[in-house]
């Protein structure tokens, strides 16, 4: 996929082309349907969310979207991650309100995903310290979403972060201690 094509659709959804997010979806939609996968693989057999529905989600929310200042291809991936963020800590609300009780079990960042009820825990008490994280460290709030919501490698993280892979990695190392210390503090 050429890289001048997303954004040169990107730049006239800004401009107001409606029809313009219609064109760009079949170009990324192998890449969003990875990231949705790469969740989906971390969760157990009893997800409640498929692979299909989430990208279909994320699709509306981009329909809804009236103000977004696309600035390119790279940009466009890191806002989806943080959509699929929302979505599933959404999902996992609506899972807990459900179920309601329970406290959070062992917590692995690397093991936290979402959607099953035995999850939702979980993914609300990671959305919750990733949301403190962003207030003290922005880069690695970002850093993980793109990694972990997003299913990006550290090469694509650097890119679209413009930053190097040295300092993604350091930084994902370090937010991924901070997140479990703080999930298992509030248990």
Not at 63 to 89: G, P
Not at 133 to 158: C, M, N, W, Y
């Amino acid at each position: 996929m050429p890289t001048e094509d997303v954004t040169e659709l990107l730049k006239a959804w800004n401009d107001g082309d409606t029809s313009a997010l219609n064109r760009l979806m079949p170009l990324v939609e192998a890449e969003l349907r990875q990231m949705a996968r790469n969740q989906m693989r971390k969760e157990g057999q009893a997800h409640t969310l498929q692979t299909t529905a989430l990208v279909n989600e994320l699709y509306l929310k981009f329909v809804d979207q009236k103000r977004a200042n696309w600035q390119n291809r790279s940009h466009f991936f890191a806002i989806a991650a943080t959509i699929m963020r929302r979505i599933l800590v959404d999902h996992a609300r609506r899972q807990r309100r459900g179920k309601r009780g329970g406290g959070i079990d062992d917590f692995s960042l690397d093991q936290v995903v979402i959607l099953s009820p035995e999850k939702s825990d979980e993914l609300l008490a990671l959305d919750e310290a990733l949301s403190r994280l962003s207030q003290l460290d922005p880069l690695k709030s970002q850093i993980v979403e793109l990694r972990h919501f997003g299913g990006l490698s550290v090469a694509e993280t650097a890119e679209i972060l413009n930053i190097s892979e040295v300092t993604v990695s350091r930084h994902w190392t370090m937010a991924k201690s901070w997140l479990k210390c703080e999930v298992r503090g509030r248990q």
